[in-house]
């Protein structure tokens, strides 16, 4: 029987978990035993829901983009068909806050790539040299598919705000990739990787040259294909991402899971692996053949240097921490409020105006860089005419406000809030969760970067990495890698063994 050790269980070492459980059941021949340490209390990592009167508050993601399936895959596989709920695309329309005011984004943009030329181009939001750049873009597209093609050629990447810039200009990256880049990554479109940040469009490039025209290309196919007309662009379920986490833990057998056990160190002992583990202060230490590493960047850093000096400096250097607050409102007090119609809005980052240190309002202000209309973009998270509002905080200045008390950062929520929507009364209860060191930054070179990490990860036999640290940081992604993962190293360690019988394959997007 062999023995596989996941170290980390937020949805990617929970995915992986749960296909171990799952080949378990499946294909007795094939079975290993495996143990999942996470460091907490509760599984899951940064996928959280708080569900309290009436209201579900995700504390981390609130769905994840209907476009990949694996997700939506695991959901059914789960019992979960009947949860499933889209975003309320009808009222999809998201705002970008410019001083005071909150104008709404061109009708048709996916991020920075129009599909609704009538709608761009009646944008207040761009000057008219800008509406001329975008309008050029398509007639460049023989050389910028040139240029992507060398660039695939050579292996080279460039950072997002480069590759924006060379299809639309300066003023449209900034005006639109860097904040949307900000409210995803909490991340600086000028070192973030084009190729590991934007590979559908990087791809479109290589294929149409022009973004436009191969964006067009592909809603013409989708529309012609399968995508149902009713398809939403978010996909979440009724209860909260949280049900995803309790039905893959009812799934798993109890005495795999060992939750606030913090693994220290990971050896490699012969053909084996120790990991050493502190749980209450006591610690202990136990033997396996796999180890599956699924830890943030800068734990899988110190887990890594031990191994192999190389590998923590091919992992992502920087990561962006976040704070939530979710200000929830309830219907008598709502009934004041007045809230766009749409998802809510984003707020392109400013330096420091004054050079001075900022104060705790000055600094909200600036660590501000979206706040989502909750109960507007999607059905069943507000009681009937209540209003639930997320802030998110991110960036540079977010660090600073970590360690303010949760009382401070509901009401520094509600000041930066106020000066978008009006002013806002008390929320019947805030909900204030903090993210620190949760979004890698993929810079530029990342997939390089990746491609040799894996060749020495290779080098050591039995050691698999997974986590949003190196393939995306989306849900989907991580639930297909979690997934592949648990096949690989089931796989590998079958191979090792005489009896047993590698798990039939199956196929998760
Ligand atoms: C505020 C926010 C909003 C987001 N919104 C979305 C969204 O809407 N849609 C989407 O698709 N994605 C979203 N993301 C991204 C996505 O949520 C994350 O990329 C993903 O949840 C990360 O999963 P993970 O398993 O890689 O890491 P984590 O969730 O960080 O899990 C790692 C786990 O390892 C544990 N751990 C750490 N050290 C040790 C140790 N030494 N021993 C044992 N265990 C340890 C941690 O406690 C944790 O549980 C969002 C991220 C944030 C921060």
Not at 459 to 475: E, I, M
Request: charged share 20%.
């Amino acid at each position: 029987m062999k023995r596989i050790a996941i170290v980390g269980g937020g949805i990617a070492g929970l995915s992986a978990a749960y296909e171990l459980a799952r080949t378990r059941e499946d294909n007795s021949a094939a079975s290993c035993t495996f143990t999942l340490f996470e460091a907490a209390p509760r599984l899951g990592g940064i996928v959280a829901t708080e569900r309290r009167a009436g209201f579900v508050v995700e504390c981390g993601p609130d769905s994840w983009v209907s476009e990949k399936p694996a997700a939506r895959t695991l959901a059914v596989e789960l019992g979960l068909a009947d949860a499933l709920i889209g975003s309320n695309d009808r009222w999809r329309k998201t705002y970008l806050a410019e001083g005071r005011t909150l104008t709404p984004l061109p009708d048709g943009m996916r991020m920075m790539v129009p599909s609704n030329w009538a709608a761009l181009l009646a944008s207040p939001l761009l000057s008219w040299q800008a509406k001329l750049a975008y309008l050029r873009e398509p007639k460049m597209a023989a050389a910028l598919q040139a240029s992507a093609l060398e660039n695939a050629d050579n292996n080279h990447d460039e950072s997002v705000r480069d590759f924006v810039c060379r299809h639309f200009g300066a003023e449209a990256a900034d005006a639109f990739a860097a904040p949307l880049l900000a409210g995803v990554f909490g991340g600086d479109i000028r070192s973030l990787s084009a190729r590991a940040v934007l590979p559908v469009f990087t791809q479109i490039e290589r294929t149409h040259g022009s973004l436009i025209l191969g964006l067009q290309a592909r809603l013409r196919a989708a529309a012609n294909n399968s995508a149902p007309a009713d398809a939403s662009i978010f996909t979440s379920l009724r209860d909260g991402l949280g049900t995803l986490i309790e039905r893959m833990e009812q799934r798993i057998p109890a005495a795999s899971l060992r939750r606030n056990t913090r693994v220290q160190a990971i050896e490699r002992t012969g053909q084996q692996w120790r990991i050493r583990t502190e749980s209450n202060g006591a610690l202990a230490e136990e033997i396996f053949d796999s180890a599956i590493v699924a830890v943030p960047a800068h734990v899988a850093a110190s887990l890594l240097a031990p191994l192999d000096a190389e590998m923590p400096t091919l992992l992502p250097q920087h990561a962006s921490s976040a704070i939530v607050v979710a200000l929830a409102f309830a219907p008598e007090r709502a009934a004041a409020l007045r809230i766009p119609r749409g998802f809510g809005f984003l707020v392109p980052q400013r330096q420091s105006a004054t050079g001075h240190p900022d104060s705790q309002a000055a600094l909200a202000q600036r660590a501000l860089l979206a706040c989502t209309f909750v109960d507007q973009k999607f059905p069943h998270r507000a009681p009937p005419g209540a209003i639930l509002l997320r802030a998110f905080f991110g960036g540079h200045p977010a660090p600073a406000l970590l360690g303010e008390s949760d009382a401070t950062l509901a009401t520094l929520a509600l000041q930066s809030l106020g000066t978008l929507l009006g002013r806002l009364p008390e929320p019947e209860f805030s909900v204030v969760q903090r993210w620190p060191l949760s979004l890698p930054q993929y810079a530029v070179g990342h997939l390089q970067r990746m491609e040799q990490l894996q060749q020495r990860a290779a080098r050591l036999p039995g050691l698999h990495l997974v986590g949003n640290a190196y393939h995306g940081v989306g849900l989907p992604d991580l639930i297909a890698a979690g997934c592949t993962t648990a096949r690989t190293a089931i796989g590998a360690a079958c191979a090792q063994s005489s009896t047993a019988k590698p798990p039939a394959t199956r196929t998760r997007p």
